[in-house]
């Protein structure tokens, strides 16, 4: 029999080795994977209540959310649509499949290079009474894509809150946006001024002085440029190429 020592028993060892560890971790990444799956779906649920203000910490997620109705928009026509099954919708799958958005070109104002056609919306009803709708956003701050979420009262225009659950921005600067104390400068802040967008982040403090202070918002201290970022999207999003169309179906009636 060969010793231990031998340079065959060695990598026999170590090969061995290799391969149960390889087992390990990929056994492991692949049982996990549906749990992540869950996880990031439970997480996206709570985001969209929470920026409704709705989330009740410590409540089953799961259970909250049944008070929310979910729709496909066709955002070329801004009305609802059944050409997508709501099952299995990726929003950002569709954003990149070319058959199913648009390259923006010099309309990217929001730096997302493609703009879905389809988008996912979430509706908060009473009755047949719709009491707030909470929207996907996303765009470029200073050194990633913010994807978040902003919610309007059933006037279309006041917000009724804006949170991000995904970006990579400095924590401390940029990364202030999931600060509670700026998140709750939204609330009842309004979108549009005479059919147009007109929300904005501005440097310094915004009060009951500041001009069309209805409209605007603090920018981040130290962030401009994730701030700036912050408005690009918000009006890219609200406008044409947004929401605006089924916003305003919405208030017609016809959507
Ligand atoms: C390490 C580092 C990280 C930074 N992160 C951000 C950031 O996340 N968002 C941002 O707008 N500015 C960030 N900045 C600052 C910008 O470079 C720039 O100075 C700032 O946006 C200007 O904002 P102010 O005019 O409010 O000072 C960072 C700077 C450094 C050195």
Redesign the pocket.
């Known amino acids: 029999m060969a010793s231990n020592d031998s340079i065959k028993k060695t990598l026999l060892v170590a090969v061995t080795l290799c391969i149960v560890c390889a087992l390990v971790v990929s056994g492991a990444a692949v049982l996990l994977k549906p749990a992540q799956v869950a996880n990031k779906a439970l997480d996206r649920k709570a985001n969209i209540l929470a920026a409704a203000g709705l989330l009740v910490p410590g409540e089953s997620v799961e259970s909250q959310f049944e008070q929310v109705t979910t729709r496909i928009v066709d955002l070329r026509t801004g009305e609802y649509s059944d050409e997508m099954p709501i099952e299995g919708f990726e929003q950002m799958r569709v954003a990149k499949n070319p058959a199913t958005s648009i390259a923006l070109g010099e309309d990217d104002q929001a730096k997302i290079k493609r703009r879905e056609n389809f988008a996912m919306v979430y509706l908060i009803k009473d009755g047949d009474e719709l009491q707030k709708i909470i929207l996907p956003i996303r765009g470029y701050?200073?050194?990633s894509t913010l994807y978040g979420f902003l919610a309007l009262e059933s006037d279309f225009t006041t917000v009724a809150g804006l949170g991000f659950y995904e970006h990579g921005?400095?924590p401390g600067?940029?990364?202030e946006v999931d600060n509670p104390r700026w998140k709750a400068l939204w609330p009842g802040k309004e979108i549009y001024q005479d059919g147009n967008v007109a929300i904005d982040l501005v440097?310094g403090n915004v009060d009951e002085s500041t001009p069309n202070a209805s409209h605007k918002v603090d920018?981040?201290?130290?962030?401009?440029?994730?701030?700036?970022?912050i408005a690009n999207l918000l009006q890219f999003w609200m406008g044409e190429l947004g929401y605006q169309k089924f916003l305003e179906n919405l208030r017609s009636g016809e959507a």
Not at 219 to 229: K, M, N, Q, V, Y
């Open positions: 701050g200073l050194w921005e400095t600067l940029g990364g440097k920018a981040l201290s130290g962030a401009t440029l994730t701030s700036r970022g």
